[in-house]
């Protein structure tokens, strides 16, 4: 029976997910004439005791709106609201009856059918850091920030992809791809690393997928198979005396990650990452940007990746989705590139028949204020968010929860990020009792007292 305790008690606060890797750890494949590819930036290391298990089919994509946008100018207007919290910018129809999303959405306004919307996320930390912890990872970062604005938010609990990770095995048996990959990451966000569970769960990263994958090239063998195994060779010789030597176990974790690394560059999981393979036409249709992510998304989910998150945000001179300031301007500029790529992965899901397979989930770390501020903005809000699900085989074209009539709280059907996690397991076919031995030496679930499944989804 799970304690009704702090579910977070076997969660230490000093663990700050992956620590400095060692000199040893940043040894290069280059040595073997793989043209500079690191080893750590290839695939993370792996706990011997894991197996490599074979995944089942379904796969999820997380993308997460980095600054926490607003529920008002998004999928959950209010244009019955009197003017003081409504959006300016309005609303539109969609093809559900009687259901509209914020003016700047209206291709996934024409998909809504295709889609599930919660209007009643909640949870209790307003800190940018803190919530994107409580998201992504189903845990509060002891104690919330509630709002303290600035502070660096240490990883405390293992993020949902990386739980999957652990849970499914860290590599896909045939394939060899990562089971958990995570497309750019802003700095000062936590969530999306392994904690206490360590490295060898952490996420498979990617930069910028705009164009052309960088990361190909170091995904090439470079020298002819006969002169790699000469160079293998020698490297063994050299390893069996440094085994010797050894008592650290790395050069362990180092064989498992160099094992891992080979059957990336001679086999064939580099062709996920390989957009070029996908038509120039269907390339030009998704769009750059977050559109070139979400197809690469598709790929490497067709592949056998378990779960990719995509961190979605803005470098410029806006705070992109961190609305404090002309919320006009900023969703301008932020929503119109995610109403076109998401509904473009969309149509494509259901075209390739993979929306039985492969979940798209949208969320952000809270909402925003009801009333604008002086500053024509939102500021931070936590008691109200939105989810968006797309396919993975469940009930689309529901609205499930209500706000209430300022958009302020839930008036109905409460969802929490312990909910949004049990969700994502069971899509995924992961136990709801799953658990595992923390740090302290005692078993923590991943999913506590309280945390179920959104049934209207199945």
Not at 24 to 37: A, D, H, Q, T, V
Not at 145 to 170: E, K
Not at 183 to 209: I, S
Request: glycine content about 12%; proline content about 7%.
């Amino acid at each position: 029976m799970k304690s009704e305790a702090d579910p977070t008690a076997e969660f230490p606060p000093h663990s700050r997910g992956p620590q400095p890797a060692s000199r040893r750890e940043f040894l290069k494949i280059g040595s073997l004439g793989f043209g500079g590819l690191t080893l750590t930036q290839l695939l993370p290391l792996r706990a011997a005791a894991e197996s490599e298990v074979l995944a089942k089919p379904r796969s999820i994509v997380l993308l997460f709106l980095e600054g926490g946008p607003s529920q008002l100018e998004t999928f959950d207007p209010k244009p019955d609201a009197s003017s003081e919290y409504r959006s300016p910018l309005g609303s539109i129809k969609t093809s559900l009856p009687g259901v509209e999303f914020g003016s700047l959405f209206p291709k996934m306004a024409g998909l809504a059918n295709k889609m599930s919307v919660v209007r009643s996320f909640t949870h209790g930390d307003g800190d940018h850091g803190g919530a994107a912890h409580w998201v992504k990872t189903g845990h509060p970062w002891p104690p919330p920030f509630f709002g303290q604005a600035g502070l660096r938010v240490p990883q405390f609990a293992p993020s949902i992809g990386s739980v999957v990770s652990r849970a499914r095995g860290t590599v896909h048996p045939q394939m060899g791809v990562p089971a958990y990959v995570c497309v750019r990451t802003v700095p000062g966000y936590e969530g999306d690393e392994a904690a206490w569970f360590g490295q060898a769960f952490a996420p498979f990263r990617l930069g910028t997928t705009n164009g052309t994958n960088t990361m190909l090239s170091n995904m090439t063998l470079k020298v002819s198979r006969e002169r790699l195994n000469d160079r293998l060779a020698l490297l063994s010789s050299f390893d069996r005396m440094g085994h010797r030597l050894d008592t650290s176990g790395n050069l362990q974790a180092l064989d498992d990650l160099r094992a891992q690394a080979l059957r990336v560059v001679v086999g064939k999981a580099k062709h996920a990452f390989d957009l070029s393979l996908e038509s120039d036409r269907l390339r030009d249709k998704f769009g750059p940007g977050l559109g070139q992510e979400l197809l690469m998304a598709r790929r490497l989910c067709e592949a056998g990746v378990s779960f990719v998150t995509i961190n979605n945000s803005y470098s410029g001179d806006i705070d992109g989705w961190d609305h404090h300031k002309k919320i006009v301007s900023s969703c301008q500029t932020m929503c119109p590139p995610v109403d076109h790529a998401v509904s473009v992965f969309i149509e494509d899901l259901y075209a390739r028949g993979l929306d039985k397979d492969v979940l798209l989930i949208i969320a952000g770390e809270f909402g925003r204020t009801p009333r604008l501020n002086k500053d024509a903005g939102r500021d931070h809000w936590a008691p109200l968010g939105f989810l968006v699900f797309v396919g993975g085989g469940l009930n689309m074209g529901r609205i499930i929860g209500e706000s209430d009539a300022k958009a302020a709280y839930p008036k109905s059907r409460p969802v929490s990020p312990q909910d949004l996690m049990a969700t994502c397991f069971r899509v995924l076919g992961i136990d709801q009792e799953l658990q595992f031995v923390g740090p302290g030496g005692r078993p923590a679930y991943m999913i506590y007292e309280g945390g179920k499944p959104i049934e209207e989804l199945f």
